[in-house]
């Protein structure tokens, strides 16, 4: 089972940085895919970011050029570095894990909250 733990979500002004973390329990390249996703009042969950263990990372058209997904592996943490934050950017983020062991399990942390002010 792996546990994700989230931190680094707070208040900010637009046009201003947070970096976001995510602890996982076990190596990262143990896990086929680890993933941002963020939530809204009212909207659904949405993908944001996510990088595999191969290295290979993807990004929601929205937030490229702004977001960047990082990790170290020494940490068994995955990083988001949101830069010039909007209001629309408010929402939970999660961090969710993904592995392939002859079926597909996703975990998921408890959420972290990012508040863009204007």
């Known amino acids: 089972q792996v546990q994700l733990v989230e931190s680094g979500g707070g208040l900010v002004q637009a046009g201003g940085s947070l970096r976001l973390s995510c602890a996982a329990s076990?190596?990262?390249?143990?896990?086929?895919?680890m993933g941002w996703y963020r939530q809204a009042p009212g909207k659904q969950r949405e993908w944001v970011a996510s990088i595999t263990s191969d290295g290979t990372i993807s990004y929601e058209d929205s937030v490229k050029g702004q977001f960047t997904i990082s990790r170290d592996a020494a940490k068994n943490t995955v990083y988001l570095q949101m830069n010039n934050l909007k209001p629309e950017d408010t929402a939970v983020y999660y961090c969710?894990?993904?592995?392939?062991?002859?079926?597909?399990?996703?975990?998921w942390g408890q959420g972290t909250q990012v508040t863009v002010s204007s």
């Open positions: 969710q894990a993904r592995k392939t062991r002859s079926f597909i399990i996703t975990y």
């Open positions: 076990e190596s990262i390249f143990s896990i086929n895919r």
